[in-house]
Nanobody
Framework: QVQVMESGGGLVQPGGSTRLSCKVS???????????VAWYRQAPGRERELVAR???????DYTDSVKGRFSLSRDYTKKTVHLQMDSLRPEDTAVYYC?????????WGRGTQVTVSS
């Protein structure tokens, strides 16, 4: 069973930066090479929304509100996708979830809290 685990986050001041990591395990490299990894977030009282998506062999996608502030990178051998978050705003406060999509299923992590506050 593919496993997904997020790490990073915590309390960050407005204008600050943090990096989230999504580690995908129990997956062979040939499958990992074609796995899409997406970050979602859910703020209290709001629906879960797509933040950014790493597409193997293609450009990453970002929701408009984070373009120019967030960026994705993949460490292929460590089976990890990082979400670098800069110029953070209070409205970025949410639980951030990672989803790995293989050819046969979606696998979610349990989420990690990011709170942007002074």
């Amino acid at each position: 069973q593919v496993q997904v685990m997020e790490s990073g986050g915590g309390l960050v001041q407005p204008g600050g930066s943090t990096r989230l990591s999504c580690k995908v395990s129990q997956i062979i490299l040939s499958v990992w090479s074609t796995t899409t990894v997406a970050w979602y977030r859910q703020a209290p009282g709001r629906e879960r929304e797509l933040v950014a998506r790493f597409n193997p062999g293609a450009s990453a996608d970002y929701t408009d509100s984070v373009k120019g502030r967030f960026s994705l990178s993949r460490d292929y051998t460590k089976k990890t996708v990082h979400l670098q978050m800069d110029s953070l705003r209070p409205e970025d406060t949410a639980v951030y979830y990672c989803k790995a999509t293989t050819t046969w299923n979606d696998f979610w992590g349990r989420g990690t809290q990011v709170t942007v506050s002074s």
